[in-house]
C-alpha cells in the first residue's frame, strides 16, 4: 500500500467518526420520540426534577427525551453541526467532552433549576456551542477558528436563551450547558488541534537563530582576542636573564 492509499484511507476513517456518533445520537433520539407517540406513553417523567429524588434519573435521560417533534428537529440540527465539529478537532477526547457536558449540565440543572421537568438536548448543544467558540479563541488556530465563526453566526442568537425570558423554556439547562461547555474548553486547551503557524513566524525564527549564532561567535571572538591581549601583556613584563659561563683559560 502506497503513501497515496494510506493517506485516503486514514481521510476515510477520520470522516466515518467524525459523523458516526453525532448521526446515531441524534438517530436515538427519533427513535424514542417515534415510539413515545406511537405507543401513546409520555415521558416527560425521565426529565430533570430539581431536588428530587425521582428526578435525579433524568441527569443521565433528560436529553433523550423532547416534548413533541418540533422541538427535537430544532436540536437536531445544531447536534449534526457542533458534534460533528467536536468530532472532527477532537476525535481522541471527543467522547470525554460530550458526555461531561452532558451530565455536568443535567446535574447542574436538578442542583439549581426551578421546581419542574426539564427535557432537551438544547443544555448539551449549549455546551458544544460554547466549546467549540472558545476553543476557536485559545487555540487560534485557522480551520477551529473558522469553525467558531461558523457557529456564532448560525447560533449567535443563542445566547439569549440562558436568559429568563420564555417561562416554558428550561434557560437553566441553556446556561448551565454553556458554563459546561466553557469548562471543558479550558480544561482541554492542550487537547486538539495545534496553533496556526505562519511562514513569516519560521522566517523570524530563522533570523533570530542566525543573529544568536552570530552572537556567540562575536563573543567567543572578543574571548580569544582578550586570552592574546593578556598573554602578550604578561610575555612584556617578563624580564631577560642572562647567564654567563666562565671558562678558565688553559696554560700553553
Given at each position: 500500500?502506497?503513501?497515496?492509499?494510506?493517506?485516503?484511507?486514514?481521510?476515510?476513517?477520520r470522516?466515518?467518526?467524525?459523523?458516526?456518533?453525532?448521526?446515531?445520537?441524534?438517530?436515538?433520539?427519533?427513535?424514542?420520540?417515534?415510539?413515545e407517540?406511537?405507543?401513546?406513553?409520555?415521558?416527560y417523567?425521565?426529565?430533570?426534577?430539581?431536588?428530587?429524588?425521582?428526578?435525579?434519573?433524568?441527569?443521565?435521560?433528560?436529553?433523550?427525551?423532547?416534548?413533541?417533534?418540533?422541538h427535537?428537529?430544532?436540536?437536531?440540527?445544531?447536534?449534526?453541526?457542533?458534534?460533528?465539529?467536536?468530532?472532527?478537532?477532537?476525535?481522541?477526547?471527543?467522547?470525554?467532552?460530550?458526555?461531561?457536558?452532558?451530565?455536568?449540565?443535567?446535574?447542574?440543572?436538578?442542583?439549581?433549576?426551578?421546581?419542574?421537568?426539564h427535557?432537551?438536548?438544547?443544555?448539551?448543544?449549549?455546551?458544544?456551542?460554547?466549546?467549540?467558540?472558545?476553543?476557536?479563541?485559545?487555540?487560534?488556530?485557522?480551520?477551529?477558528?473558522?469553525?467558531?465563526?461558523?457557529?456564532?453566526?448560525?447560533?449567535?442568537?443563542?445566547?439569549?436563551?440562558?436568559?429568563?425570558?420564555?417561562p416554558?423554556?428550561?434557560w437553566?439547562?441553556?446556561?448551565?450547558?454553556?458554563?459546561?461547555?466553557v469548562?471543558?474548553?479550558?480544561?482541554?486547551?492542550?487537547?486538539?488541534?495545534?496553533?496556526?503557524?505562519?511562514?513569516?513566524?519560521?522566517?523570524?525564527?530563522?533570523?533570530?537563530?542566525?543573529?544568536?549564532q552570530?552572537?556567540?561567535?562575536?563573543?567567543?571572538?572578543?574571548?580569544?582576542?582578550?586570552?592574546?591581549?593578556?598573554?602578550?601583556?604578561?610575555?612584556?613584563?617578563?624580564?631577560?636573564?642572562?647567564?654567563?659561563?666562565?671558562?678558565?683559560?688553559?696554560?700553553?
Amino acid at each position: 500500500m502506497n503513501e497515496y492509499q494510506e493517506a485516503s484511507k486514514a481521510e476515510k476513517s477520520r470522516i466515518f467518526h467524525t459523523f458516526f456518533f453525532p448521526v446515531v445520537f441524534i438517530f436515538i433520539l427519533w427513535l424514542i420520540k417515534c415510539c413515545e407517540v406511537v405507543f401513546e406513553y409520555p415521558l416527560y417523567n425521565l426529565g430533570v426534577y430539581p431536588r428530587h429524588v425521582k428526578g435525579i434519573v433524568g441527569v443521565f435521560t433528560a436529553p433523550l427525551i423532547h416534548s413533541n417533534f418540533s422541538h427535537l428537529f430544532s436540536n437536531s440540527i445544531p447536534l449534526f453541526v457542533l458534534g460533528s465539529g467536536l468530532f472532527y478537532y477532537y476525535r481522541t477526547v471527543a467522547y470525554k467532552i460530550f458526555f461531561m457536558i452532558l451530565f455536568a449540565t443535567g446535574f447542574w440543572v436538578w442542583v439549581s433549576a426551578r421546581p419542574s421537568y426539564h427535557i432537551g438536548a438544547s443544555g448539551v448543544v449549549y455546551g458544544l456551542a460554547s466549546f467549540m467558540f472558545l476553543s476557536g479563541v485559545i487555540k487560534n488556530n485557522m480551520s477551529l477558528s473558522a469553525f467558531a465563526l461558523v457557529v456564532v453566526f448560525l447560533y449567535g442568537n443563542m445566547i439569549w436563551g440562558v436568559l429568563p425570558v420564555l417561562p416554558h423554556i428550561s434557560w437553566e439547562s441553556h446556561l448551565m450547558g454553556a458554563i459546561a461547555g466553557v469548562l471543558m474548553a479550558l480544561y482541554y486547551k492542550h487537547e486538539g488541534p495545534l496553533k496556526t503557524t505562519y511562514a513569516w513566524e519560521n522566517e523570524v525564527d530563522e533570523d533570530n537563530a542566525v543573529v544568536e549564532q552570530s552572537i556567540e561567535i562575536a563573543e567567543i571572538t572578543e574571548q580569544e582576542e582578550s586570552f592574546k591581549n593578556e598573554a602578550s601583556e604578561d610575555n612584556s613584563n617578563i624580564t631577560p636573564v642572562y647567564k654567563y659561563t666562565f671558562k678558565a683559560k688553559q696554560e700553553e
